[in-house]
């Protein structure tokens, strides 16, 4: 889908909602829209990157001065605006090409739930008479239903995940330490083309219960368990999968928590069915787990994924939303059992054949083995 | 300084400011006051994680359900309480705490630069008789000054990120690619202690230009410059320090262009000093540039730099604060020339015997070389 297409379809919603300009402020959404990121801004937070995208008039990009050379080479915006970080307020310039598109009396969608409280002060000072109103569903249900592009980046990316954690179980022996397999997969995803590791959150033993432990310097422990959850960028896409080993062979107990974990899973990831609410696997997989006999402490069964590391639609028990054609989402399951955390997470498809599984072409749930 | 004594000044500056709380919101500062960092709050941005910081009163902190874990095992406020992501709302956890503090009519300084116009709408509404005050400087001002502990953290993170640079230059050989050069500096920061790779921004001849390019497959060309921008996390606390190479030995004007921004590099950083306004580095180098005939085309000459990657003082031409003692920061300066960029980054601690550098004890600006 191309630019052209993707304002398009932005356009049909603006009409739909009565906005006479819709702004994205998020890195996520300036760069789908606009198709430059600014990757710096997710750590430089003040480094606001904005496109002003009307429903009549040309659109605007407005960027800092020290990513010019960066914007000028991705985005198709030709009104491109620079201010000087520190001294020019990125909003003084949003305000200005508001004015001159003449929208200083307009109804303007704006991301709200990025913007600062205080940018956000600046703006209605700046444009008193404008109705700013909170547009990220908007956002949000766009880059919901992957194009072709997408799903191929999202495949590669998952794949190769997943690849660079398996290639490092079989370089690393039990005794080595969670560090050296963390840093062996970060540096396969890497060979493997992902441009940042964006997270790696590895535990073994007690501390696989921590949602967001970095990988230390334990030793990896014979009998233990253990789990990682982790993603990178690839071309400005994410990946995000989950998986439970153990150090040495399985305990017999190990191997069945597992096994009926994975049965809640699967029927989870069934149920992800094109016109069924999105809180369907969740509770899918609450009621399942009650009759195997497994705890259930989910917050969610899984979320959206794409530009954003959570997109919609979010898998809570209180999303009625429904899946749609070409959704691509992560599923995952996770129990917590004798103080260790078992934990599967992958990238699922929403076709017309049913859910796909796009990280793993071969799927069948399996504890992988550090041995 | 261990989190009484960081409490203790916060309170003074509370006293001085007549706050009667202050309320931490960003990674940053929660980290800081309440000694927890919630890692994926960088990209699940409404994953909040709150610390609220009263005069009088016990402090609150309030996180994620799916952080409990490491909330518990990090902090050491008592009072901890946890919402359920996307069913419950921070905002509201907030809100009933600063009413149970007996505030409900109280002065409230918060991070409104951090927090979403949306969050704080519902704030106001909960909450209609606090007085909400932004309070980012106060918080930017006691965490410029770094302790021991943050010093040593700093050095050690700025000095493996070098090494990890200069053993992958000596890895890799001219016709190689940006990208295997990138991987194999980033896998040797693993390998040295980072945590994560933030950023690594590398571009070679004319993609030298481009302030955040990512390395590609370009081919390392003979003849060509290349300058690389790039830090990582170190216990939450950050690298950030650019190196300039030729591949092959340096050209004679190569060497000339590096030789002379050398010169005002040295200038902008002996010119921190305790007491001396922090836009001098700014002022001299553009002074000496014009006479040593090198273009300046600067909007800072660097930042504070710690569990931010800027803080606190940010060296730009209009910013009359004063360097203080104990302050650290990145002094950076570069110039474009012949459509190629020169890049030199370093990380400064200043100290009552001028300022020192720590990113390299034997500081000597070299001109690097991939052979």
């Given at each position: 889908?191309?630019?052209?297409?993707?304002?398009?379809?932005?356009?049909?919603?603006?009409?739909?909602?009565?906005?006479?300009?819709?702004?994205?402020?998020?890195?996520?959404?300036?760069?789908?829209?606009?198709?430059?990121?600014?990757?710096?801004?997710?750590?430089?937070?003040?480094?606001?990157?904005?496109?002003?995208?009307?429903?009549?008039?040309?659109?605007?990009?407005?960027?800092?001065?020290?990513?010019?050379?960066?914007v000028e080479a991705e985005t198709w915006i030709q009104d491109r605006r620079y201010y000087v970080e520190f001294?020019?307020?990125?909003?003084?310039?949003?305000?200005?090409?508001?004015?001159?598109?003449?929208?200083?009396?307009?109804?303007?969608?704006?991301?709200?739930?990025?913007?600062?409280?205080?940018?956000?002060?600046?703006?209605?000072?700046?444009?008193?008479?404008?109705?700013?109103?909170?547009?990220?569903?908007?956002?949000?249900?766009?880059r919901s239903r992957k194009d072709k592009a997408e799903l191929d980046l999202l495949t590669r990316a998952a794949?190769?995940?997943?690849?660079?954690?398996?290639?490092?179980?079989?370089?690393?022996?039990?005794?080595?330490?969670?560090?050296?397999?963390?840093?062996?997969?970060?540096?396969?995803?890497?060979?493997?083309?992902?441009?940042?590791?964006?997270?790696?959150?590895?535990?073994?033993?007690?501390?696989?219960?921590?949602?967001?432990?970095?990988?230390?310097?334990?030793?990896?422990?014979?009998?233990?368990?253990?789990?990682?959850?982790?993603?990178?960028?690839?071309?400005?896409?994410?990946?995000?999968?989950?998986?439970?080993?153990?150090?040495?062979?399985?305990?017999?107990?190990?191997?069945?928590?597992?096994?009926?974990?994975?049965?809640?899973?699967?029927?989870?990831?069934?149920?992800?069915?094109?016109?069924?609410?999105?809180?369907?696997?969740?509770?899918?997989?609450?009621?399942?787990?009650?009759?195997?006999?497994?705890?259930?402490?989910?917050?969610?069964?899984?979320?959206?994924?794409?530009?954003?590391?959570?997109?919609?639609?979010?898998?809570?028990?209180?999303?009625?939303?429904?899946?749609?054609?070409?959704?691509?989402?992560?599923?995952?399951?996770?129990?917590?059992?004798?103080?260790?955390?078992?934990?599967?997470?992958?990238?699922?498809?929403?076709?017309?054949?049913?859910?796909?599984?796009?990280?793993?072409?071969?799927?069948r749930p399996r504890l992988l083995e550090l041995v």
């Amino acid at each position: 889908m191309n630019h052209t297409t993707r304002y398009l379809r932005l356009k049909d919603e603006m009409s739909a909602q009565h906005f006479d300009a819709m702004v994205a402020v998020s890195p996520e959404n300036v760069f789908y829209m606009a198709q430059t990121y600014i990757e710096t801004q997710k750590s430089l937070r003040d480094r606001l990157a904005i496109a002003l995208l009307p429903l009549e008039q040309d659109p605007v990009m407005i960027a800092c001065v020290i990513e010019q050379n960066t914007v000028e080479a991705e985005t198709w915006i030709q009104d491109r605006r620079y201010y000087v970080e520190f001294q020019q307020s990125p909003i003084q310039f949003l305000a200005q090409a508001i004015r001159e598109r003449g929208l200083s009396r307009g109804r303007v969608g704006i991301e709200l739930d990025y913007l600062s409280a205080l940018w956000f002060m600046e703006l209605n000072e700046a444009l008193p008479d404008v109705e700013f109103v909170p547009c990220v569903q908007t956002f949000e249900w766009l880059r919901s239903r992957k194009d072709k592009a997408e799903l191929d980046l999202l495949t590669r990316a998952a794949q190769s995940t997943l690849k660079a954690f398996e290639t490092a179980l079989e370089e690393t022996a039990p005794g080595d330490t969670e560090r050296q397999l963390g840093n062996r997969t970060a540096q396969h995803m890497l060979d493997l083309g992902c441009d940042k590791v964006d997270f790696l959150m590895m535990g073994t033993g007690p501390r696989s219960l921590m949602a967001h432990a970095l990988p230390d310097d334990s030793p990896l422990a014979l009998g233990e368990v253990g789990r990682i959850d982790f993603g990178g960028l690839f071309g400005n896409y994410n990946s995000d999968v989950a998986r439970t080993f153990t150090i040495g062979k399985p305990a017999p107990k190990q191997l069945d928590i597992f096994q009926r974990m994975t049965e809640v899973y699967l029927a989870a990831i069934s149920s992800c069915q094109i016109g069924v609410p999105v809180n369907t696997p969740y509770l899918i997989a609450q009621q399942l787990s009650k009759s195997l006999k497994l705890p259930f402490s989910r917050v969610h069964e899984g979320h959206g994924l794409g530009i954003g590391g959570h997109e919609h639609p979010i898998l809570s028990p209180n999303n009625t939303a429904l899946f749609e054609e070409d959704m691509v989402l992560c599923v995952e399951h996770a129990v917590h059992v004798d103080g260790r955390r078992y934990h599967v997470e992958d990238l699922i498809h929403i076709t017309r054949n049913g859910p796909m599984i796009l990280s793993d072409p071969d799927f069948r749930p399996r504890l992988l083995e550090l041995v």
